[in-house]
């Protein structure tokens, strides 16, 4: 297996180049191209989400448009999701979860917060304009610093906490007589349009050569089950 030859923009841990040689050429081809159009400069947050097939169908449109991190705000409701919906798409993913049995404060503001540490800029994805507030549609949106997009549970849409905090709100123009569109479909939108926009820049939105390592690794422990026996084994050899 030529390793120099698909691996060399980003160096490997010993450990990542056991576990490369248990899987196929033709697998190992369909990681790292998948893993070189990941992105952590478009990110994602899911307030409140209940309905499991709703949480599914983002994570798999997240995955399918290269977004490689995930924030699940749990206010009220505990995120599941459905593996017909899903396809597996979850476990490709990266996903943070915040809710107030793990951090004291509001588990929306520790999010947000936290994102804007990183050099988020946060945007509230809304039905109808948010009054006092800037407001934008997708088109309009410059992708000039990281950025994180945040969409509401279904019945209610985005917490009163998340509205006062926020300041810029981005609608998906409707035409019709639904005053919304469900939050899947909007998901679905929003990622297509922003990343395939992000595609078009000379930014540099892929990952850092660190951050490919890290993935491949927890993507092979994901592809292979015995992989901490083929772990140990070759430690054992070396002793």
Partial sequence: ????????????TEKTRILLEFISEKRKE???NVLSNRTRFITVVLEDIFDPHNGSACLRSCDANGIQDIHIIERNNFFT??????MGSGKWLSL???NQNIYKEDPTLYCFNHLKSKGYRVFGMSSYPIEGK???TLEEIVLDCPSAFVFGSEKNGLSSTALESLD?????????FVESYNISVACAITV???TQKLRR???EWGLSSQEKEMILFDWLKKDLPGYELILKHYQKDKI
């Fill in 192 to 194: 297509y349009t922003l």
């Fill in 81 to 86: 999701t459905k593996e017909g919906v899903s």
């Fill in 201 to 203: 820049t000379n930014i």
């Fill in 96 to 98: 943070y979860r915040y």
């Fill in 134 to 136: 800037k407001n934008f």
């Fill in 30 to 32: 369909r990681l790292l």
């Fill in 168 to 176: 810029t709100f981005i609608q998906i123009p409707m035409y019709g």
């Fill in 1 to 12: 297996m030529n390793l120099s030859r698909d691996t060399k923009e980003f160096p490997l």
